[in-house]
Every structure is written in C-alpha cells, then in structure tokens.
C-alpha cells in the first residue's frame, strides 16, 4: 500500500500509507527535503486537501487511497487566525493549474459549505405519492377512483394506506 507524493521540479517520491499520519508526514518531510516549511499537507491532484495535519494519530491509509498520486503542500497560518494558507511546493504547470489552485484556495469555504448542502439534501430528498385525477373523466367505485400516482419531492415522508 504506497501513495505518490510529487514535490519539487517534477520530482515523485513513493510512501508507505500503512503507518500513523504523524510517521508519514515526518518520513514525506526528510525525504522531500522539506524540514524547513513548517508544517505539510498533502492534496490529491484535483486540489482537494487530505486534511492529515487534523488526524494524525489516524492511520494513513483510513484517509489516502492505495497508488493515489498527491501534491505536497506548505501550510502557514497567519498570527491571531485558525485559517491555514496551502502553497503546493511542486513545480509542475500540468499538475498546478487554475483550477487545482482554485480549488486549494476554497478549501475553508467547501467545508463549511458542503456540511450545509448535505444537510439541505438529507432534508430534501423524501418522497410523498400525491393522487392525480386522470383525463377521462369516469367515476370508479374504489375510494382512489381512477388516478394516476405522482412522485413529488416533500419534507415529510407520509404514506396513505
């Protein structure tokens, strides 16, 4: 179970993800050569931050997926802020693009935002059978009559026997 990590001028190196994160990221640090940045992150290659300085006691490979390719980046927080500022310490146009930046920048807000339109879908997402009245017009003897069922989207699930 390894990971690729790319750093430097397109430079790769393979680690073990079958460790604590905490080993990872001191082993990804000495061999990177990167013991002066301060603290490390990784990202995959979309941009998407692994979130390891927050779970280092984890093992790896509960958060990174075996021969997944990851971009190592620089964390710096500002003095009086929780707010950490990525900087990918690879030096690869194909790899570090607009959109991958873009990505990395928004990281705080995608958080933040996707915890809200998860609870927004999980509200959503139940479905209620309303009777619709057909086109034709005749009367039926069963206390239904002669409709057609409907899906609508509601808060609140409720069934009619």
């Known amino acids: 179970m ?11 190196a ?14 990804i640090r000495r061999c990177c050569g990167c013991e002066n940045e301060g603290e ?5 290659d979309s941009g998407q931050v692994k979130n390891l300085l927050q779970n280092q006691h984890c093992y790896a490979s509960e958060l990174l997926s075996e021969r997944e390719i990851c971009v190592l980046l620089s964390v710096t927080r500002h003095e009086g802020s ?3 500022v990525f900087t990918p310490l690879l030096k690869d146009e194909g790899v570090i693009n607009p959109k991958f930046l ?4 928004n990281w705080e807000d995608s958080k933040v935002s996707s915890t809200r339109v998860k609870s927004k879908k999980a509200a959503k997402k ?7 009245p057909s086109t034709e017009g005749k009367r039926s003897p069963s ?11 509601s808060p609140k699930q ?4």
């Open 2 to 12: 390894f990971i690729t990590v790319l750093y430097g001028e397109n430079e790769k």
């Open 14 to 27: 393979l680690f073990n993800i079958h460790c604590k994160v905490q080993l990872l990221l001191e082993s």
């Open 40 to 44: 490390i992150e990784l990202a995959d």
């Open 82 to 84: 929780s707010e950490a």
């Open 102 to 105: 873009a990505k990395l920048g």
């Open 126 to 132: 139940t479905n209620v059978l309303l009777g619709v």
């Open 143 to 153: 206390p239904q009559g002669n409709r057609t069922k409907t899906m609508v989207s």
């Open 158 to 161: 409720s069934r009619r026997p």
